[in-house]
Structures are given as C-alpha cells and as structure tokens.
C-alpha cells in the first residue's frame, strides 16, 4: 500500500492526467462522454504517453520516483478493449468503462485484494443561458429510464459496484462566483475531517498547498441522478471522490476502528459488502458471467430481451495494479518471520 513517502509522486500523476482531460472540456464543443472515457484511456496508457508525450509526469517517472523510495513499490496502468453489440450498455452494462483495482503485495501476499467498479461516465454541460460552467451547469444526458436500470444492476450486483464518472472542467477554470461556491463545500465537508494516517495527511497538505482541491473527475454514487455542478460539490468527500482520492482511498491503509472514517463516508471503503469475484469477471468480460446477469436481470423485470450475440462488457476496462516486490525472484519474494 501506499505510505506518505509514496504520496507525493501519486498525487502529482494522478492529478497530472485530471489536468490533462479536464482541459478538454473547456473546448467551445468539448467531447462527448465516449469521447473523453477514450482521451482517459489514452492519457493513462503508458506507450501512448511516451509515443505523444501527453503528460509533463508520466507513468515512467513516476515509477522512477518510487523506485528511489527502494521498498519495492510499482505502479501500473493497463487497458483492455472489448468490442460488443451497442445493445449491451442499455440492457446489462449501464457503463461506460470498467474499473479494476489490484494490490499485489508478494513479499506478504495475506494482504493482497483485488475489487472492480462499473462507471457510468456523464459530462457537465454549461449553463445554456450564460454559456459558462457556473452554479447552474448540470449533467444533462441523465434520464429516468437510465436511472432505473442502474438501481436494478446496483440490487443484483451491490450498490458499491456502481459509479458515476463525472467529467468536469476543474474548479481554476469556472467562473469566479461558483468557483468560491465550490470550494465553501470543500471547506463545509472537510471542517470536520481528522486528517490522520498518509491518505489524510496527504490530502490535508495538498489543501494547505493548493487553498483546495481543483480536480475534474469524479466518482460518486449511483443513489440518484447528478445533481449539477454544486450537488456534485456538496458531496464533495462524502459519496464524491475525484479520481485521484478515489485511488489512494484504496491504496492506503487505515485502521479498521477508531476515530478516522475515511474520505468518503463513515467507515473504510473497502468495506462494504459485495461480491467482488462476480464484478471482476463481468468488467474483464468473462462471457459466462455476464450471460447469467443478464437472465438474472430479466428475472427482476429488464424491459426487452438483449440480445444473444452480447458477449462481453464493458467497452473499455482499465485496470490500476499496485504491486510491491515485483522485481523480486518468486520463489524467494515472501517473507519469512521465522
């Protein structure tokens, strides 16, 4: 897992490819949600961002950096394309592109995990009166319909295998007013935060540093339709994560008791319950997998039959992958207390 003296490097990486999309929608026609899931594929990938040099920090110096921490850490970024029937998103996936998270920790292997997501990807409109992205901007392509097929995947699967991804410009480029708005949010959400272990010291400094946090992308839950751009801000650190601490939220560790709650609610992330074995095969496409959840959601009353040629979903799945002691010979990687 990540220490404080790993932070730095993540937070400046990860914020460096919010940046770097976020810019995108500032455009005066930015690109749509598949649009932009594809500049964050590309943005993360790691031979694009050597071929095209997207990012002033890539993967490579980052991995660099922590390679000079010497315990072992590495970073790495994968995506998998799978094409499939356009039928499928409405029917079974409701998502735009798979998560998956790894932490594989071969020196002491007990306490490696892996968990998936399925995000819907939805991007701020401006305001159509101002022409600007202020406190009335909102996620306009969200429909009831839609909604209601996201809270039946959330009953089968878990209501923490879902997320909106929310693509924003970031909080430097919005209008003075609402910019000051977002951030009395910020402030209200976290005046009550105990910044303790690295992930909330870590975002306690970057606070202190920055006078906020500017972030574009963000995870939220699937609990109703975005709200706009300030109902987005006002669960800011509650059920809103932007992509940045939604990772490190992950890749840090933290008590299992005690006085700290985390960063998006009361209580550890990785907590809840979920089936995570049956999320993973869906998001990396295992064809069996997916057919079953689509019977079982016709069974709870999907309208229409999807069709048989789906085989796989979602279009695209980006898998994060932390691994410490990697360079390390297998059969000696473990360590042995006795």
């Not at 050597?50 to 790495?76: K, P």
């Not at 990807?121 to 901007?137: I, M, P, V």
């Not at 019977?295 to 069709?307: F, I, M, N, S, V």
């Amino acid at each position: 897992m990540f220490g404080p003296q790993h932070l730095t490097h993540v937070i400046r990486y990860l914020d460096g490819v919010d940046y770097a999309l976020s810019q995108r929608m500032l455009r005066k026609h930015p690109p749509d949600e598949p649009a932009l899931t594809n500049e964050l594929c590309a943005l993360l990938d790691a031979d694009t961002q050597r071929a095209e040099e997207s990012l002033t920090y890539s993967v490579d110096q980052l991995n660099a950096d922590l390679a000079e921490v010497e315990d072992g850490i590495d970073f790495e970024v994968t995506l998998d394309t799978y094409p499939h029937n356009t039928a499928m998103e409405r029917h079974v996936s409701q998502s735009d592109f798979g998560l998956v998270l790894t932490y594989d920790n071969r020196i002491l292997p007990e306490e490696s995990w892996s968990t998936a997501y399925l995000v819907q990807a939805k991007r701020l409109f401006r305001n159509a009166h101002s022409g600007e992205y202020d406190q009335r901007a909102g996620f306009q392509a969200v429909n009831a319909d839609q909604q209601t097929r996201l809270d039946r995947l959330s009953a089968i699967l878990g209501k923490g295998a879902l997320r909106y991804g929310l693509y924003c410009p970031q909080t430097a480029s919005i209008p003075d007013q609402t910019r000051m708005k977002v951030r009395a949010l910020h402030t209200r959400n976290l005046g009550d935060q105990i910044f303790d272990f690295g992930a909330g010291l870590a975002l306690r400094d970057a606070l202190l540093s920055n006078g906020g946090i500017d972030a574009g992308i963000w995870l939220t839950s699937t609990d109703g339709k975005p709200r706009g751009l300030l109902g987005l801000h006002s669960e800011a650190f509650r059920s809103a994560l932007p992509l940045t601490w939604f990772l490190i939220e992950h890749f840090t560790p933290r008590a299992t008791h005690g006085a700290f709650a985390g960063l998006t609610r009361r209580g550890p992330i990785l907590s809840e319950t979920r089936d995570d074995d049956r999320v993973k095969r869906i998001v990396t496409g295992d064809q069996q997998a997916v057919r079953e959840l689509i019977d079982e959601l016709a069974t709870a009353g999907e309208d229409g039959e999807a069709p048989a040629t789906i085989t796989v979903l979602p279009r695209h799945t980006i898998t994060v992958k932390v691994t410490v002691g990697k360079s390390l010979p297998a059969d000696t990687a473990r360590a042995q207390f006795d």
